[in-house]
């Protein structure tokens, strides 16, 4: 019992838990400078698609949620001893499956909330269609993406001795962040070129 005694003492401790969560909350930090400055770049966009506007805060809450919730599922599973490994296994599967789920269903109410919000304050709407398209590209691809990244840094963690509830919860908030706006980005620019091409 001394040994388990030493880890808990060492696990649980200020210096421990500073000492893992501190560099990737820096780096986290840095990494939502690059989220603003994607927004910035996405101002032409922005303005050139009513109702975006709308949908961007609240596409990058859902990912953050669903991400990090996924993270967290997996540092549980990965010390309870369910997942120990990169494998197909029906614990990881079922994560990842239930973590893109939800990605889908929450896109389409967000893309649909975002119009009728935009509209019930008497704003200009692109329109049901564009806004859940949008929404359902950026919040699926970036959720496919995100998945394989928690379960890397999730196992990869574990397996070098860092517990993985100090680092995946910052790593996929701020890369959630980052990644989603440069999917939004990349759905905005899809959706101006068709208009373009159908004008």
């Given at each position: 019992m001394p040994e388990r005694d030493d880890y808990l003492d060492r696990y649980?401790?200020?210096?421990?838990?500073?000492?893992?969560?501190?560099?990737?909350?820096?780096?986290?930090?840095?990494?939502?400078?690059?989220?603003?400055?994607?927004?910035?770049?996405?101002?032409?966009?922005?303005?050139?698609?009513?109702?975006?506007?709308?949908?961007?805060?609240?596409?990058?809450?859902?990912?953050?949620?669903i991400s990090c919730t996924l993270g967290s599922r997996l540092g549980s599973a990965i010390h309870l001893g369910l997942i120990s490994r990169i494998e197909r296994n029906p614990e990881l599967i079922n994560n990842v499956a239930g973590s893109l789920t939800l990605s889908l269903i929450m896109s389409v109410v967000l893309g649909i909330l975002a119009h009728l919000f935009t509209v019930a304050l008497g704003m200009q709407s692109v329109g049901v269609v564009v806004l859940v398209s949008i929404a359902v590209f950026a919040g699926v691809s970036s959720g496919l993406i995100l998945a394989v990244i928690a379960v890397v840094i999730t196992i990869g963690a574990f397996r070098h001795g860092i517990d993985p509830d100090n680092v995946t919860t910052p790593a996929l908030g701020t890369l959630g962040d980052v990644i989603t706006m440069l999917m939004v980005f990349c759905a905005a620019k899809a959706v101006i070129w068709i208009w373009h091409i159908t004008l």
């Open positions: 649980t401790s200020v210096k421990s838990i500073v000492g893992e969560a501190l560099p990737f909350e820096l780096v986290c930090t840095i990494g939502g400078v690059f989220a603003g400055i994607i927004l910035v770049k996405m101002i032409d966009a922005i303005e050139m698609i009513p109702g975006l506007l709308v949908l961007v805060p609240a596409i990058l809450g859902m990912r953050g949620n």
